[in-house]
Antibody, heavy 122, light 110 residues
């Protein structure tokens, strides 16, 4: 069974940093592209970033470009999101999601984790 | 303001057929596959439709997707109370080089 478990969320001050992790199990992480999607309280879904299976292709939403860094360690079955210069508007539940292809080919998110809450507040 | 446009709400009675629209442009829906996600209250999103009109295993055939030009639709037939949820359309956008979501449609089963 495919399982994705996010961790690393919490309360951080504006301008601070946080590193999210997503532990994958039940499949071979190195075969699939991965994604981060966030959802602010009471709001809709917002795509954050995608990374291909070998990390060759990486994409970011304009709202996080230059502040967030997506990465993966296939040997550790883990996906990461390094978040710097955090703002109040980054407050959201962050989900990791697995695509069904190795390359980033679309809005393809077949499996989702339960999410981790990031709160940016002083 | 979302790149893909969905109605904020929709409703129907049990057994009815409802449709949810999703409008985009040539750079997203017009040139890429459309995906639909269902988010039940308090839970993570779940893939409902991929590749415009394909259902993952386990998704009932009451759910169907279609696409025409720069618009797409999700149809739910034989509406059930457990279908009450938020529904999101999504597609890759070639101009933005990223995924765009619709603002979401809250479906109420009366």
């Amino acid at each position: 069974e495919v399982q994705l478990v996010e961790s690393g969320g919490g309360l951080v001050k504006p301008g601070g940093s946080l590193r999210l992790s997503c532990a994958a199990s039940g499949f071979t992480l190195s075969s699939y592209s991965m994604n981060w999607v966030r959802q602010a309280p009471g709001k809709g879904l917002e795509w954050v970033s995608s990374i291909s299976s070998s990390s060759s292709y990486i994409y970011y939403a304009d709202s996080v470009k230059g502040r967030f860094t997506i990465s993966r360690d296939n040997a550790k079955n883990s996906l990461y999101l390094e978040m710097n210069s955090l703002r109040a508007e980054d407050t959201a539940v962050y989900y990791c999601a697995r695509s069904d292809t190795a390359l980033v080919t679309g809005a393809d998110m077949h499996h989702w984790g339960q999410g981790t809450l990031v709160t940016v507040s002083s | 303001q979302s790149v893909l446009t969905q109605p904020p709400s929709a409703s129907g009675t049990p057994g009815q057929r409802v449709t949810i629209s999703c409008s985009g442009s040539s750079s997203n829906i017009g040139s890429n596959y459309v995906y639909w996600y269902q988010q039940l209250p308090g839970t993570a999103p779940k893939l409902l439709i991929y590749g415009n009109n394909q259902r993952p295993s386990g998704v009932p055939d009451r759910f169907s997707g279609s696409k025409s030009g720069t618009s797409a639709s999700l149809a739910i037939s034989g509406l059930r109370s457990e279908d009450e949820a938020d529904y999101y359309c999504a597609a890759w956008d070639d101009s933005l080089s990223g995924v765009v979501f619709g603002g979401g449609t809250k479906l109420t089963v009366l």
